[in-house]
């Protein structure tokens, strides 16, 4: 207790100093909380979206159909597959994908024409209900047709609208088909944006003459399953079938959220080496003005070691003061950013990387590590930084032990008696 009041008092000698110190370390903390809470919700919704909306945490192909998508190369056994995911609690979506046109009047778009069944489709991602125009498709087959956004634009089609689908089916011969526009889809990813025709498993079974046969099975956790016990489930349930992870499917955008760490710890330490650079400068001018209490306390008794530690003592109390409020700004901050998020559409519009559409509203994610991590960190740079000038302090002891043999044996022993000179 003694300590903490010395230490108290020392700090607040030179006030303006002090001052100026704990309001750079707020400020540092501030940022770091505010910045880490907004980059954790970046990089959490960004996942979230590729996993949620229509990749998947993870897919099944037949061996060799992503290098080769043919309409030849199917799962085995669909339906046996996809119970036994229902029986582990595995959300499951088959598709089927083919390629062909799509005409609207005199305008005509090359298209992905994906066959889903509708309501297992919506029980497994939330794609179903990420819709700018109309609705999902029926649970029946009714010849309906979800657009993506660009590919509904390029054909200047609407809710209602009637599509010409002309494609190659299976047999080699010529499928075409009149279909209604029910939904089109939102901002989901480049290649789902321009390329999407979504339609009823069964209308795609038709249209491509395709009795039988899924190509993909995307499942879903929602996050209940790390990725290494899910594909270990995966590879155990389809043997002869590829497993691929959406770190596996989308490498580039994987990379990215991984450089995303390494940024974030780089910005971290510019801002913790500054904060250390004010510390150590603060302790330098602190120390520098208490030689001569130092070589006291050496008269006294005092050792190197308590020097040491009385120094840092007092940095790791000037960054406790000074973390709080940083704390504070930091916590109200990063729950408004979290509440109302920042909207980037006027700044950035519409921003895609590896064909991933980021939110436009981006929301901070508070949570524990982002709060406490910053300010350990802090603390650990400012005692760090406080070493030296109490090294320093401790080391010079030795040139003023005449100032504490001055104290201890009186002005004579220095400067002598007048007896002598004369």
Not at 388 to 416: E, I, K, Q, T, W
């Amino acid at each position: 207790m003694s300590l903490l009041r010395v230490s108290w008092r020392n700090l607040w000698r030179n006030r303006r100093r002090t001052a100026i110190t704990m309001s750079a370390i707020a400020l540092n903390t501030l940022i770091l909380i505010t910045t880490y809470s907004l980059m954790g919700g970046f990089l959490k919704q960004t996942v979230r979206n590729v996993t949620q909306l229509a990749t998947g945490e993870a897919q099944l192909h037949a061996p060799g159909y992503l290098s080769d998508r043919s309409l030849y190369k199917r799962i085995a056994h669909p339906r046996i597959l996809l119970q036994a995911l229902g029986e582990h609690s595995i959300g499951a979506a088959p598709r089927t994908y083919g390629y062909g046109l799509v005409s609207r009047g005199t305008k005509s778009a090359g298209a992905l024409f994906q066959g889903v069944e509708p309501a297992m489709e919506a029980a497994a991602f939330e794609l179903a209900g990420h819709l700018a125009q109309g609705t999902f498709l029926a649970p029946a087959a009714r010849k309906g047709l979800v657009l993506g956004r660009k590919l509904a634009k390029s054909l200047n089609a609407e809710v209602g609208s009637e599509i010409v689908v002309l494609v190659q089916a299976a047999d080699g011969s010529l499928g075409n088909d009149l279909f209604t526009v029910v939904g089109i889809l939102g901002a989901v990813g480049e290649a789902i944006d321009r390329n999407a025709a979504m339609m009823h498993l069964d209308d795609f079974r038709q249209l491509f003459a395709m009795p039988e046969g899924i190509h993909e099975i995307a499942v879903n956790t929602r996050g209940r399953l790390p990725l290494d016990a899910l594909v270990e489930t995966l590879s155990r349930l389809a043997p002869g079938d590829e497993v691929r992870t959406w770190r596996r499917l989308l490498p580039t955008f994987s990379d990215m959220i991984e450089l995303s760490g390494v940024s974030m710890s780089i910005f971290g330490a510019i801002f913790l080496i500054a904060a250390g650079l004010g510390v150590m400068n603060t302790m330098l001018m602190a120390t520098y003005e208490r030689a001569r209490e130092f070589a006291l306390q050496k008269a006294l008794g005092a050792t190197p070691w308590r020097i040491v530690r009385d120094v840092t003592f007092e940095a790791w109390l000037l960054a406790c003061v000074a973390t709080l409020f940083g704390t504070l700004a930091g916590l109200a901050a990063s729950t408004i950013l979290q509440t109302t998020g920042l909207n980037t559409a006027s700044l950035a519009g519409e921003t895609t990387i590896s064909g991933v559409v980021f939110d436009p509203v981006w929301r901070a994610d508070l949570t524990l590590r982002t709060v406490v991590w910053p300010v350990f960190m802090m603390w650990a740079v400012c005692v760090l930084a406080a070493l030296y000038p109490a090294a320093m302090s401790a080391r010079d002891m030795g040139s003023n032990l005449h100032f504490s043999h001055f104290l201890r044996a009186g002005p004579r022993s220095v400067c002598g008696t007048g007896r002598r000179r004369s």
